[in-house]
Each structure stands twice: as C-alpha cells, then as structure tokens.
C-alpha cells in the first residue's frame, strides 16, 4: 500500500470525524490506490461504494490540505466523479 494512501487514510479520518456524512465514498487515486469512506471511517479498500471520485495524488493531497475546493476540482476536470452526485456534493461539504 503507498504512503499517498495510507496518509489519506489518517487525513480523512482526522478531518471527518464528527462530520454528518452518511453514505460511502471511494477515493481512487490514480496510480496509488483506493481509499473508502463510509460510516466506519476512512479505510485502504476497494470496495462497492455509492459515488467514486477520481483524481491524481496532488489533486487529492491538495483537497485534503484545503488547498483546492472540491468542486472547483470537478469543475476544472481534475476531480472525475462517478455515481451518485448528490453523495459526491454531501462529501465536499463535509471536507470543506
């Protein structure tokens, strides 16, 4: 598993805890791996998941940071999102 992962994994963890989302999410890191995100917290795994966002290393390493804002990241197509948008829009809110 790569450190990209394995980072996102804690920063999601740390910047999601307590937030209102309730669905799943996977985050597939281009090169690097998949990260999913549900009710249990953030974990490296590629597993079924109601919206896929994927982006390159920096793209979500700058997400994470509060850097880049999720949706100018789709909107400027360096963020692919995959399934259900509303989830994908619930998520942002919850990382901003």
Known sequence: ?????NGAVVALNEKLAG??????AKFDITGEGTVVLDADGARA???????TLTADAE????????????TAAFMSGKLAVDGDMAMAMQLA???S
């Open 93 to 95: 809110a919850a990382l």
């Open 59 to 70: 793209t979500f390493q700058a997400i994470l940071a509060g850097e880049t804002d999720p």
């Open 1 to 5: 598993m790569s450190e990209i992962v």
């Open 19 to 24: 937030a209102d989302f309730g669905g799943s």
């Open 45 to 51: 795994s590629d597993e079924t998941t109601d919206v």
